[in-house]
Structures are given as structure tokens and as C-alpha cells.
């Protein structure tokens, strides 16, 4: 079956320092990459979108100086939250999709900013 | 303005039950839709998605697309306490899009 894995599960920064997030999908390969932000309230934000063969696309109020992706082969993302603030705090979730069609999702990260 | 909205914001249902989510598009342009299931700790699971009018039936689950009206909804049949959680519509552009807009999720309570 389709698994995604995300590391670390929870991670603890400080304010003004960086952090980086990995995605593995395992058993398929990943045509695209997406990945959103889930706040404490449990809304979503999608952040960007990482597509085989094209250009990372960032979603308005996300940056690719704020976080830069790398999306080295079909299996692998990987993500950094840079100079995090109280804001940015959150669940970050992976997406991984499936023959353009489905997207699969892994546990996330929990991004806590001290 | 939130593109998909979902409504209830919460749900109490008894164990057995029929429990009905809702969910509308603003944006013509986002038609496609899924649900996800997200429980606590985890992150969302595909339950099942629908592009065409009518209703999709996949076992408990029965989605329901009304495209003229961009509205979408999830009925869950005898509802089980492992059905509690956070439910969540998304939409996209296109069938084979990786961009979902979430709404703002509907939390699910099962009860015994």
C-alpha cells in the first residue's frame, strides 16, 4: 500500500532559528508534492506545491526564501521552516500524489517555536 | 473568503446512526472534492472522492455532488465510536490537481 513518512514527528525550535522537515513516500512514486500547514485550530494552508519536471509553486503569504523545498527524486521532499516564528507553529503535512490522482498524506511534523 | 465551507463545525451522533456532513465551493474553478478523515495525532486519510453528479457509494460511506450548486456532501451510515474525528473537504481544479483546498472541517462524535 501507499505510505508516507514524515520525520521529525515533533520538533522544538527556538525563535529566529531554522528547521527541516523530511517526506518519504514508500511503495509508489510521487508525480507531486504538496505541502500544507495545519494550525492549532486545525485549519489548512496549503504552502506549495512541488511537481516533477517543473517548478515549485508557493502559495500567496509562502515563500521559497521563507521555505525552501527540495524535491530531489519522485520519492523524497524534504522542507525548512527558516527564522521560525510564533506563527509559524503547526502541523506540517506532506502530500504525496499518487499517478496525478490521489494524494496521500503522512502523520506530520509539529513544529513548536520557543 | 474561505473557498470551501463546511458545515456543521461539529457533530453528535448515537452509535448506529446516520451522520451527514456538508460541504460548498465558492469558486466555481475548485468542483473536484474529496473527503478526508483525520484522527487525533494522525494526519488526513482519503475516504473518498467524487467528480461527478449523483451519489458515490463506497460501503458506510455515501458521497452526494450537486455540481450546478457546488455543493457536496458525506453521509455515514450506522456510525460506528471509530468514526469519531475531524472531517474534512477538499477541492481542487482538476481531477489529477496536487493543490487541495481544505475547508475547515467538521469534528465527528460517535456515541456509544
Known amino acids: 500500500g501507499a505510505l508516507v513518512y514524515q520525520y521529525p514527528r515533533r520538533t522544538i525550535c527556538k525563535s529566529g532559528t531554522s528547521m527541516r522537515m523530511e517526506c518519504q513516500a514508500v511503495?509508489?512514486?510521487?508525480?507531486?508534492v504538496a505541502w500544507y500547514r495545519q494550525s492549532p485550530q486545525k485549519t489548512f494552508e496549503l504552502i506549495a506545491l512541488?511537481?516533477?519536471?517543473?517548478?515549485?509553486?508557493?502559495e500567496q503569504n509562502f515563500t521559497q526564501e521563507k521555505f525552501p523545498i527540495s524535491h530531489p527524486n519522485l520519492s523524497f521532499s524534504s522542507m525548512t521552516v527558516l527564522n521560525a516564528y510564533l506563527e509559524d507553529r503547526g502541523l506540517y503535512l506532506c502530500?504525496?500524489?499518487?499517478?496525478?490522482?490521489?494524494?496521500?498524506f503522512g502523520p506530520g511534523t509539529r513544529l513548536t517555536v520557543l | 473568503q474561505q473557498k470551501v465551507q463546511q458545515s456543521p463545525e461539529s457533530l453528535s451522533v448515537p452509535e448506529g446512526g446516520m451522520a451527514s456532513l456538508n460541504c460548498t465551493s465558492s469558486?466555481?474553478?475548485?468542483?473536484y472534492f474529496w473527503w478526508y478523515r483525520q484522527h487525533s495525532g494522525e494526519g488526513p486519510k482519503a475516504l473518498m472522492?467524487?467528480?461527478?453528479?449523483g451519489d458515490k457509494k463506497e460501503g458506510r460511506f455515501t458521497a452526494h455532488l450537486n455540481k450546478a450548486s457546488l455543493h457536496v456532501s458525506l453521509h455515514i451510515r450506522d456510525s460506528q465510536p471509530s468514526d469519531s474525528a475531524l472531517y474534512f473537504c477538499?477541492?481542487?481544479?482538476?481531477?489529477?490537481?496536487?493543490?487541495?483546498?481544505f475547508g475547515q472541517g467538521t469534528k465527528l462524535s460517535i456515541k456509544p
Open positions: 502530500g504525496a500524489v499518487l499517478g496525478g490522482y490521489e494524494q496521500y
Open positions: 511503495g509508489f512514486q510521487a508525480t507531486s
Open positions: 512541488s511537481t516533477v519536471n517543473s517548478a515549485i509553486k508557493y
Open positions: 469558486d466555481r474553478n475548485f468542483q
Open positions: 472522492s467524487i467528480f461527478s453528479d
Open positions: 477538499a477541492a481542487s481544479e482538476g481531477y489529477n490537481q496536487g493543490k487541495l483546498i
